[in-house]
């Protein structure tokens, strides 16, 4: 099988035939070697390896693996002609059975280590297409003349410096077939040392590039790109400074907005190219079914939706909930997130406000009146305060009956998920991996927890 490496970096030092124990959140292999932790890029759990050592620390190596004594069943053959040198993917030397088992493991790894907590039942994972998925992705631009001009592409894989890539596996099947073209066109531009990143958007009907130029158009360079968007039936936007500066570089032609459906619920849900949105909209499709399925939303119920974002999760509980109440800490967002109801006929039912959800407390949440029902979909970061409110609230008697949380960090889901449980009256019923990122190591999750009276 071939092998391909991480760039030229300086080897300190071989291990011969060492045995890879596991794979931690990052896709590393994770092995022992004289009293100190070996990360090992390229490895996979049960493997034999020696390894070329990076990077040395007091307590863990950085290495990567160089031979194969022995090889793991899960191991294939990695698709893309870059893996190894881009940091996009991190596993798709991994089979798409074991990339779900590593995430699954990590989840329940993190939820006792962290939180001291077992679910009293996994979910069955939530799988979705393995390439060609990706409808965001934010490509860095730089002119390298020692690597021969322009690069466009994702950072490489532990650097700073930018990929040499013409194509990708898991972007958009027609966004990877434009990146060569895309080359072509930012070089060509007079400003193409001045275009820091090319910012991908995908909808279920249209695709746009968000430029981030740094200086305004040179002579001919409006001409350029409008040709581009003729030929390749695409939008380009220009983003000369924060997210709210972009525009885009023509009107948009009708029927060329962007917009996803969530098909299950009659919905479809503009949104600009510098809003978020989820990467994989096949799986973000049947999380939004499985979460509404997950918290048993009935006609009755009042539903707040914290970190509410454009709506994904809200518009969708309020097709089946009496009232919902989203909330988000941006009002641009929130403010979509009202025009994609008001689109929808579902504004009746619903009410939008911009709170900063890393500052609430109890008095707040008791201010918001009672719900039924609560959904958490936070940032990294988590949503610590929101839990130690919503925990204080369950000691009180109070609060809705059922919680969803939809997570991307692990780490921050058990910590969490640990105030619930210990700090207040919360039961963590269920929880299971979502993969929204196949072929690296990022672990998206779903957790249901279940008021208790309190004792």
């Known amino acids: 099988m071939g092998r391909r490496t991480i760039g030229a970096v300086k080897v300190l030092r071989t291990i011969q035939r060492l045995p890879i124990e596991s794979v931690d959140l990052e896709g590393q292999g994770v092995a022992h070697?004289?009293?100190?932790?070996?990360?090992v890029a390229g490895a996979l759990a049960g493997e034999v390896v020696d390894v070329e050592v990076l990077r040395e620390r007091p307590r863990y190596l950085k290495a990567r693996a160089a031979r194969w004594h022995r090889e793991s069943a899960d191991r294939v053959q990695p698709r893309c002609d870059y893996f190894g040198v881009c940091g996009g993917c991190s596993?798709?030397?991994?089979?798409?059975?074991?990339q779900i088992a590593i995430k699954q493991r990590s989840l329940e790894d993190a939820l006792w280590h962290i939180g001291r907590l077992r679910p009293q039942e996994m979910l069955s994972p939530l799988r979705g297409p393995s390439w060609g998925y990706r409808a965001r992705a934010r490509l860095s631009v730089r002119w390298v003349d020692k690597k021969g001009g322009l690069l466009v592409g994702f950072h490489e894989r532990g650097s700073s410096f930018v990929a040499k890539m013409d194509s990708c596996e898991v972007l958009h099947p027609r966004a990877a077939a434009m990146l060569p073209r895309l080359k072509e066109l930012i070089a060509s531009l007079t400003i193409a040392r001045e275009v820091a990143q090319a910012e991908l958007?995908?909808?279920?009907?249209?695709?746009?590039?968000?430029?981030?130029?740094?200086?305004?158009?040179?002579?001919?360079?409006?001409?350029?790109?409008?040709?581009?968007?003729?030929?390749?039936?695409?939008q380009i936007w220009l983003q000369?400074?924060?997210?709210?500066?972009?525009?885009?570089?023509?009107?948009?032609?009708?029927?060329?907005?962007?917009?996803?459906?969530?098909?299950?619920?009659g919905l479809t849900m503009p949104f600009s190219p510098v809003d978020f949105t989820q990467v994989n909209f096949a799986v973000n499709r049947s999380l939004v079914s499985l979460a509404i399925r997950l918290l048993d939303v009935r006609p009755e119920h009042r539903v707040a939706d914290f970190f509410c974002g454009l709506g994904n999760f809200t518009l969708a509980l309020a097709?089946?909930?009496r009232q919902v109440v989203g909330v988000e800490g941006s009002q641009a967002l929130t403010d979509q997130a009202m025009?994609?109801?008001?689109?929808?006929?579902?504004?009746?039912?619903?009410?939008?406000?911009?709170?900063?959800?890393?500052?609430?407390?109890?008095?707040w949440l008791l201010?918001?009146?009672?719900?039924?029902?609560?959904?958490?979909d936070p940032p990294r970061e988590g949503a610590q305060a929101l839990c130690e409110a919503l925990a204080a609230l369950s000691r009180l008697?109070?609060?809705?009956?059922?919680?969803?949380?939809?997570?991307?960090?692990?780490?921050?889901?058990?910590?969490?998920?640990?105030?619930?449980?210990?700090?207040?009256?919360?039961?963590?019923?269920?929880?299971?991996?979502?993969?929204m990122f196949a072929q690296t190591a990022h672990v998206e999750s779903i957790a249901v927890f279940e008021r208790t009276q309190p004792t």
């Open 240 to 265: 000369p400074g924060g997210p709210s500066t972009a525009e885009p570089l023509n009107s948009t032609p009708e029927g060329k907005t962007l917009w996803y459906a969530l098909p299950d619920f």
């Open 91 to 98: 596993m798709q030397h991994a089979s798409a059975a074991a």
């Open 201 to 234: 958007a995908v909808g279920d009907a249209s695709l746009v590039w968000v430029l981030r130029n740094l200086s305004p158009l040179g002579p001919g360079d409006h001409e350029r790109l409008s040709r581009f968007e003729r030929e390749e039936d695409v």
């Open 319 to 321: 097709s089946r909930a």
């Open 367 to 376: 201010e918001q009146g009672a719900f039924d029902r609560a959904l958490i």
């Open 397 to 435: 008697g109070r609060g809705p009956h059922r919680l969803v949380m939809v997570s991307c960090n692990p780490a921050t889901l058990a910590r969490d998920a640990a105030i619930l449980a210990h700090q207040g009256a919360w039961v963590l019923r269920q929880a299971g991996v979502v993969n």
């Open 33 to 39: 070697h004289e009293g100190r932790v070996v990360f």
């Open 339 to 363: 025009r994609n109801a008001q689109s929808q006929g579902l504004s009746h039912a619903l009410q939008f406000s911009c709170v900063n959800l890393f500052e609430v407390g109890l008095d």
